[in-house]
């Protein structure tokens, strides 16, 4: 994907080519050849305008696009609608066959998935294998749980035995998926493949910065043999999305809380739907037994994977008094050893921030924290000299309550350190915040730690890990409580979200005269006699 014919093109001007000083070679360059069909995928007209997006490894022009407007959004939705009523119809098991393929395809494609990922977020290439390995596991999760996931199930009725219950699951229609740029493999698909297993059509609006992945998505659905239709991706910025909630039959939403309250709202006002992944501040607890030198490595990668631009990240540490000092030296000292760096393989530890906008609230959160009195442990500077939006691995000690960092989302490699003398002021500031996306415990007693995280305001606690396993386990819901979100993705979660119950009654007794009709035939008293002596014996049996 990335080549001299590339460099040569972007030198002369060709859409999407890069110019990196740094790199003539032509490294963190997209080929034209790659990148035209799948910009030609993007649902637009004439006119709609274009966005430019850059490469955060060296801030230089990534690709030039055409953006969508309002009327191909609408035009998007409407195909959308006649496609899903086919797909709909077709067997579950057929549209899990999709799913497997394409759980195949984002394996043995990977390098293509990842480069793109890399060049668009500026991410290591562990942090952008986390999101093959996740599509992967979806994939395969819903290829094979779904028909499970959305059987019919019969229910006891009014009258027993006289009357059939049966609850169906039907598709609400076309979804609207509506995502960031910080994991856009993921968030292109996470929510996508339980809908389209469920009979839904999906139309999403990704981050313009990381649009080209969606593209590859949108390729890698049709190689698997999506049916025409069923996943759009529409391009732009925020009104854009607008545009897409005002025609969906459900809103799947991974974005920031300010906007999530808007999508919510005018959800609201429409009456569909809305799941909503939302910000966090997410609180990791170090209990006085842990093995130190054991848990280390995980707590970093707990904090600082994908340069902390990561809904589940730790950004605030937890530590008991007792091995306070033993922890916060053997931290800092494995902090500084982490290795930054642009590279489109497995030598950096972490990548660049994705953006100004990215660089400018972290160092804004730093600079506040420092001038109420904050103490930098490592990091805390902006790191030009590797790339232009790289920023260190920060750890900031005596935070004071007041400081931005203490409360709001920093979504950034920086974490903050506090100190605890028992478990009960542990669960006290973890829960200190208005966010419950995610939380985890470190300690040798698993059981203590159950009973701290049974304590915890979150949607999931890991308990010995950071994120990576509560993540994995696609079986298991994952959402946010309070500020973080609404409704949850994964397992059961998401089929809830996007399925509607369909009730089906059935008067059995029809067949042969004994109906309620017939009993109010009889006149009088008589039915509620009747109906008297019936819900008696139903409730002395203890029927349900
Ligand atoms: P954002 O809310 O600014 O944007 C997210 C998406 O919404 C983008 O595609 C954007 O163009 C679109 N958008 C913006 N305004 C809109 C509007 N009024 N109507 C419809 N769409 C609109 O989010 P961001 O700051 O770019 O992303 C980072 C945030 O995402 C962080 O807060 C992070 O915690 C959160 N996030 C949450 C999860 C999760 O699963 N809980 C996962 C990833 C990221």
């Not at 391009?235 to 039959?249: C, F, I, M, R, S």
């Not at 994977?305 to 030296?329: K, M, P, T, Y």
């Not at 079986?475 to 609404?486: D, I, R, T, V």
Request: one cysteine or more; proline letters at 5%.
């Amino acid at each position: 994907m990335i080549d001299d014919a590339a460099a040569e093109a972007a030198a002369s001007g060709a859409v999407g080519g890069v110019l990196d000083p740094e790199h003539p070679q032509g490294t963190f360059v997209l080929e034209p050849g790659v990148m035209a069909p799948l910009v030609a995928r993007i649902a637009t007209s004439e006119g709609s305008g274009t966005h430019r997006s850059m490469c955060p490894f060296t801030g230089a022009p990534l690709v030039t696009f055409p953006v969508s407007s309002a009327e191909d959004v609408a035009a998007c939705v409407v195909r959308a609608r006649v496609a899903q009523r086919a797909w709909a119809r077709r067997p579950v098991r057929e549209r899990a066959e999709v799913l497997q393929r394409l759980g195949r395809i984002v394996l043995e494609r990977q390098s293509e998935a990842l480069d793109l990922v890399q060049l668009e977020t500026g991410k290591a290439r562990r942090a952008a294998f986390e999101e093959v390995a996740d599509i992967a596991q979806v994939a395969r999760h819903y290829a094979v749980r779904g028909e499970r996931y959305l059987s019919s199930r019969r229910l006891s009725g009014m009258i027993p035995l006289l009357t059939g219950v049966q609850v169906h699951r039907r598709p609400v229609g076309v979804v609207g998926a509506i995502a960031p740029w910080n994991y856009p493999l993921v968030l292109a698909l996470a929510e996508a493949l339980p809908a389209l297993l469920a009979g839904n059509a999906v139309v999403l609006k990704p981050d313009p910065q990381t649009t080209l992945t969606a593209l590859w998505a949108a390729e890698a659905l049709d190689d698997a043999g999506l049916p025409a239709g069923l996943f759009q991706v529409v391009a732009g910025g925020p009104e854009v999305g607008e545009e897409l909630v005002e025609h969906v039959d459900h809103v799947a939403f991974t974005g920031s809380t300010a906007t999530g309250r808007k999508v919510a709202a005018r959800a609201g006002e429409r009456l569909i739907g809305a799941t909503l992944e939302l910000g966090g501040k997410n609180a990791l607890y170090v209990a006085d037994d842990v093995d130190v030198d054991a848990a280390v490595p995980g707590i970093v990668r707990a904090c600082f994977s994908n340069a902390g631009q990561l809904c589940v990240s730790v950004e605030r540490l937890v530590v008991h008094e007792a091995i306070a000092d033993e922890f916060v030296a053997k931290f800092v000292r494995a902090v500084r050893n982490l290795r930054l760096g642009p590279a489109l393989d497995y030598t950096a530890d972490v990548g660049s921030l994705t953006s100004a906008a990215q660089l400018d609230k972290v160092t804004a959160h730093v600079d506040d924290a420092l001038a109420r009195g904050a103490r930098v442990l490592a990091g805390g500077v902006h790191r030009a000299d590797v790339g232009p939006y790289f920023y260190a691995p920060t750890v900031l000690d005596d935070v004071p309550a007041q400081a931005t960092v203490a409360r709001e989302e920093t979504f950034g490699p920086v974490v903050t350190i506090t100190r605890v003398d028992c478990d009960e002021d542990a669960v006290t500031v973890m829960n200190d915040t208005e966010y419950g996306l995610h939380a985890a415990v470190w300690s040798r007693d698993v059981g203590r730690a159950r009973r701290v995280a049974e304590r915890v305001e979150c949607g999931s606690v890991a308990i010995n890990d950071g994120y990576t396993l509560t993540w994995g386990s696609v079986a298991a819901p994952l959402g946010g409580w309070k500020a973080s979100g609404l409704g949850g993705r994964h397992g059961s979660a998401s089929i809830d979200g996007l399925t509607r119950r369909q009730t089906v009654v059935t008067s059995r007794g029809a067949r042969f005269g004994a109906t309620l009709d017939s009993l109010y035939g009889l006149g009088g008293d008589t039915p509620s006699r009747v109906l008297t002596t019936a819900l008696s014996v139903m409730r002395r049996l203890r029927m349900s």
